[in-house]
Nanobody, 125 residues
Framework: QLQASGGGLVQAGASLRLSCSAS????????LAWFRQGPGKEREFVAGTRRSGGTTSYAGSVKGRFTMSRDNARNTVYLQMTSLKPEDTAVYYC????????????????????WGQGTQVTVSS
């Protein structure tokens, strides 16, 4: 259902854009999000948005540096990452929810019905 791509190895301060393509019943998807899981850490929320548009929510650690966008015609969401830091090193996952939950719940992993396979982002110092 979800296919993430665009990860790689970059130096601190660089930029990278991740993509997540959805297939199948994409019109049923209500909330789309990015999560990440760093080495030895739990999976954490990065950014989320509604497929219909409106508010985009970001984790405090990435606010001002990352931008999430969507292209419904291509059934794709993007995560533009700038000013990358070594602490951004993680496997990045895209996720999708069938229910239109309030944005305050978007950080909860259990809200999501579909997960992509993850793409590795490594930021060297």
């Amino acid at each position: 259902q979800l296919q993430a791509s665009g990860g790689g190895l970059v130096q601190a301060g660089a930029s990278l854009r991740l993509s997540c393509s959805a297939s199948g019943r994409t019109s049923a998807l209500q909330v789309l999000a990015w999560f990440r899981q760093g080495p030895g850490k739990e999976r954490e929320f990065v950014a989320g948005t509604r497929r219909s548009g409106g508010t985009t929510s970001y984790a405090g650690s990435v606010k001002g540096r990352f931008t999430m966008s969507r292209d419904n015609a291509r059934n794709t969401v993007y995560l533009q990452m700038t000013s990358l830091k070594p602490e951004d090193t993680a496997v990045y996952y895209c996720a999708a929810a069938l229910l239109n939950r309030p944005s305050g719940l978007w950080s909860r992993r259990q809200e999501y019905d579909y997960w992509g396979q993850g793409t590795q982002v490594t930021v060297s110092s």
